[in-house]
């Protein structure tokens, strides 16, 4: 089978969910095609370009989740929530996928659905650049919050409790902090906090866009009912 950089990538993948990113070289990969690593560089130039290409394979099962623009009647809000949902569980189903991604540029191939993204967010009301800085910051967040999802699945729960922390919590020394614990605790489950804590942020943000665009649109509304307002317009 000839070598291809499709074939490098999804070796690469599969050396990610075995072994890590540590895990993730190109004499790894080149062993496992049976090729010299020097031979990989004629496909794949550098480490980095290997991590890009994997974090666009990476969002592009995201598209098999989720759409790339609203389906017919859905709002823009629930379609974005969803899509971001949807690159969450993609990254936190994968090992090591949050540090893949971070940092990643994109590629060419990755333009038309870039392009699509944005076109969604601006037929909703954005302007284009608005646009892209909403998708760079809900991508942070959502890097983010898998990373810290997968820290702490590593971790491990047996270790992340301190004792003198708990003992000075309880003392009664630090009020608010006892107080916000216990309410955090009353609506967090000890399974998935991490989970609740992603989807928390993500209610804040998306109502922060939503907010964000009614504003606009109100004061738009607002200007092209003032007196003389016509006359501007012709």
Not at 142 to 148: K, R, Y
């Amino acid at each position: 089978m000839a070598l291809t950089t499709a074939r490098i990538v999804a070796t690469a993948m599969r050396l990610l969910e075995r072994d890590g990113l540590e895990g993730v070289s190109f004499r790894k990969i080149g062993a496992e095609l049976e090729v010299s690593a020097p031979t990989l560089y004629w496909h794949i130039d550098s480490k980095r370009r290997l991590l890009d290409l994997m974090a666009e394979e990476l969002m592009a099962r995201t598209e098999d989740l989720h759409p790339l623009q609203p389906s017919a009647g859905q709002p823009w809000w629930d379609w974005l929530e969803r899509r971001t949902r949807a690159m969450y569980e993609t990254m936190i189903s994968h090992r090591d996928a949050p540090r893949v991604v971070a940092g990643n540029r994109p590629t060419v191939a990755a333009l038309p659905a870039i392009d699509g993204y944005l076109t969604a967010l601006v037929e909703a009301g954005f302007h284009p650049g608005e646009a892209i800085e909403t998708i760079l910051a809900l991508g942070a967040f959502t890097t983010g919050c898998a990373l810290e999802w997968q820290a702490e699945a590593e971790r491990g729960l047996a270790t992340t409790t301190d004792p003198e922390l708990t003992v000075q919590v309880r003392s009664g020394a630090y009020p608010m902090v006892l107080t916000a614990f216990a309410e955090h605790r009353a609506t967090h489950t000890t399974a998935t906090p991490h989970d609740q804590m992603f989807e928390h942020g993500l209610r804040m943000m998306i109502d922060g866009l939503r907010a964000r665009l009614e504003r606009r649109q109100e004061a738009s509304r607002v200007d092209v009912s003032l007196p003389g307002a016509d006359a501007f317009s012709r």
